[in-house]
């Protein structure tokens, strides 16, 4: 009996094995096209959107960690952060960077983003964005125990180049706001190895927008949406909704479209921190290999004096 327990564990084991190889090749194929998604996007809108610099007329930063397939050597697992500030009244600048790793599939990026805001009405706001940055994809295929020793394909790394560069715009007052984005514009990257020019990120869209609605004095009801897509795959759709508490605490749910139902909580440290915490449940069939994901982020924000609009951070 013992035996054979041990068998079938060993047969799980190596079931999950070849499924983590799988997607990883799989994966090898398509990263370099995906940019990566948060669950709690409204408090990481930098990422995908150069018109967000310099909204808080202060200055503003945070760091997201994602990780996914928990338990799994090589699991998804991105870390994001951003810096931006307002210059003046007008402008802004930001600078933004995130890291992906899914076992030996690598995509770095690093930007910077401006905006330039225009006022056209009382306390709403049209900011205008432009972001340039460098796009690195890697494939660590000398990492791998390779079953015929010296095999060609795993004896070289895969390294991809691409200077990255997108636009934005971003409708906005101190309750609501919506967006529009496509942060890269360019599908062109160099390959390192080959030396020679070759197909990088494919662009990608995002649409977004939120509004705080004042129940009373103690209660504000803050929905939210992003819908983004790769030219050439399906739309996908991220519905939020959060409650916030006595200016203090606040407690949401958020569904993705045929893939996954989360809940979220995050704090107020203080008045311009903000800590919090999402865990994501997969409803789609990857629910067998990444039923959880965990996500945790610390945003601030450091006032500048003499403001005439201060946006508060509801988003």
Known sequence: MFKWSNKIKDMKKYIRQFAIIGALLLSGLTFAQQAPHFTQFMYNMNVVNPAYAGIKNGLAGGLLYRTQWTGFDGNPQSITFNLHSSVGEKMGLGLSAYNDQFGFVKQNNVKLDYAYKLEVGSDKYLSLGLNLGLWNHMVNLTDLAAIHPGDPLLTTDIKDYQLS??????FYSDHYYLGFSMPNLNTTAFHANLQKWTKG????????GGYVFDLNNNFKFKPNFMLYQALGAP????????????????????????DSFSGLINFMVTPNIRVGYAYDRTLSDMKLFSPNTHEIFINFMLPYKKRAFMSPLYF
Not at 165 to 170: S, V
Not at 201 to 206: A, L, S
Request: a negative charge; aromatic letters at 18%.
């Open 235 to 258: 739309l996908a759709v991220d519905l939020n909704a959060n409650l916030f508490m006595y200016d203090k605490v606040e407690l949401g749910v958020s569904y993705r479209l045929n």
């Open 165 to 170: 560069y997108g636009i934005g715009l971003l």
């Open 201 to 208: 990120n494919v662009i990608h869209y995002f649409f977004t």
